[in-house]
């Protein structure tokens, strides 16, 4: 009988080159196959390490015909390492579909831990970490781009998205809106890299630092989030704070009633803006 080969999700370097394990680059040796997101691009790091096994392509827009060919082979006794452009596969990288029909077809899935652009800069950037959420790549359109940071306001935990550069400023623009001036907001760019950066500062003040220098504006980033604060009963506004509030939520738009009602209670304005956030979004439900 037939014993089938082993599947390798192998994490390679997202920035640095010498990040790769040493189990790493044994098993992309030994292996028959290397399924990588753009062979064009995993051939620099396999020729920087002397690699010669042979590769194929396995990305977004043929992974779901080529997963049953690469299935066949491993259950003919081949092993495959299944690697990504940089860092961990699917951390919103291809090999989803490979990985899931692999396992269904009874093949061994093995994961060779490395670099992971997202708990990289986890690890760094000086926010919460017991519990965190990780959204990935937010809509490239502005509306929907919109519609899920207002739903990820009222997040308690931290969370982080990937963001391409080009659309950096209009991200920060879009978390100004929905998540107010003083929310915490880390940007850790160009990991392990020469340029790396890890910057945090309320988004506001993020935002004009990221817009004065363009060379802010390059590279992979992540963007990490301070979850929204969880009032419990002993840090409840107040009924005449909230009754501030309501009425100047029924003549203003929502910053400037709670910076207005932050003025006339003495109460801090990110308590009354995300109080305000909480009510809109549970209004919307209602409708």
């Known amino acids: 009988m037939t014993v089938s080969g082993t599947l390798y999700v192998v994490a390679t370097p997202i920035g640095n080159l010498q990040d790769i394990s040493p189990r790493a680059l044994a098993i992309l040796r030994d292996v028959d196959l290397i399924a990588a997101e753009d062979t064009r691009h995993s051939a620099r790091l396999l020729q920087h390490f002397g690699i010669s096994t042979a590769t194929t392509a396995c990305h977004d827009h043929n992974e779901r015909d080529k997963s049953q060919r690469l ?3 491993l259950l003919a006794g081949e092993s495959i390492a299944l690697i990504s452009d940089a860092g961990t596969p699917l951390i919103s990288d291809p ?27 986890l690890s760094a950037a000086g926010l919460p970490s017991d519990r965190f959420a990780f959204e990935g790549f937010l809509p490239a359109k502005s509306k929907g781009r919109r519609d899920r940071l207002q739903a990820l306001a009222n997040e308690s935990r931290t969370w982080l998205i990937y963001e391409a550069p080009h659309r950096l400023l209009e991200c920060l623009e879009d978390m100004l809106s929905a998540l107010g001036p003083e929310r915490q907001v880390v940007l850790a760019r160009e990991l392990s890299k020469t340029f790396e950066t890890i910057k945090g500062a309320p988004v506001a003040e993020l935002l004009e630092w990221v817009r004065a220098d363009s060379d802010q504006q390059r590279g992979e980033c992540v963007l990490l989030v301070e979850g929204a604060p969880v009032p419990d009963s002993e840090d409840a506004l107040s009924p005449e704070v909230l009754r501030t509030l309501e009425i100047l939520l029924e003549e203003l738009p929502l910053k400037q009633a709670a910076a207005l009602a932050a003025k006339l209670t003495g109460e801090k304005k990110n308590r009354l803006y995300q109080w305000a956030l909480v009510k809109n979004a549970k209004s919307g439900e209602a409708d």
């Open 71 to 73: 299935v066949e082979r």
């Open 95 to 121: 090999g989803f579909h490979l990985v899931r029909q692999a396992r269904e077809a009874g093949v061994q899935v093995c994961p060779v831990a490395g670099p992971c652009a997202l708990i990289a800069a």
